[in-house]
């Protein structure tokens, strides 16, 4: 995600890092290219003069203008719910450190000095691993030793053979809360509360599942790219006769706003991945790792990520 002031005047238009141009320069360069010959040809075709009004243009283009911004709301639309997810994660991570210290019963308080071998030091801990789980299986990552450190020498060892680690965790985590209600740790009344709070994680992970599964129809998107860029690639042929020599920068400008929607809308559709204009996944990752961390006294607290580049990941 691109973290930045925004930039003032001048400055404003040679603003590359978190802008779509490098995606769209070649085709830009392109269709620029077609419009400056199309201008010194005025329109002619070898022989033949290719005469177009900007009647055809306008119809076109106002319906064009309107999918593009339709699609880019369904885009925008997935990458907000995304965030709002991840967010109902970071709450019910600490909300579930302070459930395990509350409501489930042991001689002395929790703390990360007592190792997994306490089970509530074992589920918070395994709450930060599921984070990065989730992470990882919404980006194709292979899960790596990153998670060694938040889970007990079996649970390392199973863990690689599931094809849903995130689902993985979440089963052991019922077990160890099943295992407090036997041992009469907790009270079933307040063991519901717990399971509630684990319901709740792993439905927002779920439903990450569901964003990532379930892309803009490819034939929605298909048809506005083909359209706009056959849009573009004819516009200085009805342009040229009108506006002469100011064809090629109109139709830079015109290119470079459906191209930039287009290209905008692709990159945000998919929200869980690492470009620019994505979640910062890392970055939320660690800040419940940060917090469920502290609240075990732990001391080794991680920094928060820092924006790199102008980028936080």
């Known amino acids: ?99 395990c210290q509350s409501l489930i019963s042991y001689p002395e308080p929790a703390a990360a000095s007592l190792g997994l071998a306490d089970t509530r030091v074992r589920m918070i801990y395994r709450a930060i691993a599921f984070a990065h789980a989730v992470r990882h299986h919404l980006r194709g990552c292979n899960v790596d030793t990153e998670l060694k450190g938040f889970l007990v020498e079996s649970e390392w060892n199973k863990i690689d053979k599931s094809s849903n680690k995130p689902d993985f965790l979440m089963l052991r985590m019922g077990l160890d809360l099943q295992r407090c209600l036997k041992e009469g740790r907790i009270a079933p009344c307040l063991a519901g509360e717990i399971d509630a709070t684990l319901s709740s994680m792993a439905a927002a992970a779920a439903s990450c599942e569901r964003i990532k599964g379930t892309p803009i129809p490819f034939s929605y998107t298909l048809l506005l790219h083909r359209t706009a860029y056959l849009y573009c690639f004819l516009l200085p042929f009805g342009l040229v006769d009108s506006i002469g020599f100011m064809t090629p920068f109109v139709v830079a400008i015109v290119s470079y706003t459906f191209y930039g929607l287009d290209a ?46 102008y980028c936080l990941t």
Request: hydrophobic fraction near 45%; glycine fraction near 6%; charged fraction near 25%.
């Open 1 to 99: 995600m691109i973290i930045r002031d925004r930039p003032s005047g001048f400055r404003l238009f040679f603003v590359l890092r978190g802008s779509v141009m490098p995606r769209i320069m070649p085709s830009l360069i392109f269709n620029s290219v077609v419009a400056i010959l199309v201008t010194l040809k005025h329109g002619d075709l070898f022989d033949l003069k290719i005469t177009l009004t900007t009647i055809p243009f306008t119809l076109i283009g106002l319906p064009i203008a309107i999918f593009l911004g339709f699609r880019n709301n369904a885009a925008y639309d997935r990458f907000w719910e995304g965030r709002k997810l991840w967010g109902e994660l970071v709450h019910r991570s600490r909300s579930l450190s302070r459930q």
């Open 264 to 309: 905008l809308g692709d990159e945000i559709e998919e929200p869980f991945g690492l470009e620019s204009n994505d979640l910062p996944l890392d970055a939320i990752c660690r800040t419940i790792e940060i917090n469920l961390r502290e609240s075990l006294d732990d001391e080794n607290v991680p920094a928060p990520l820092e924006v790199v580049n």
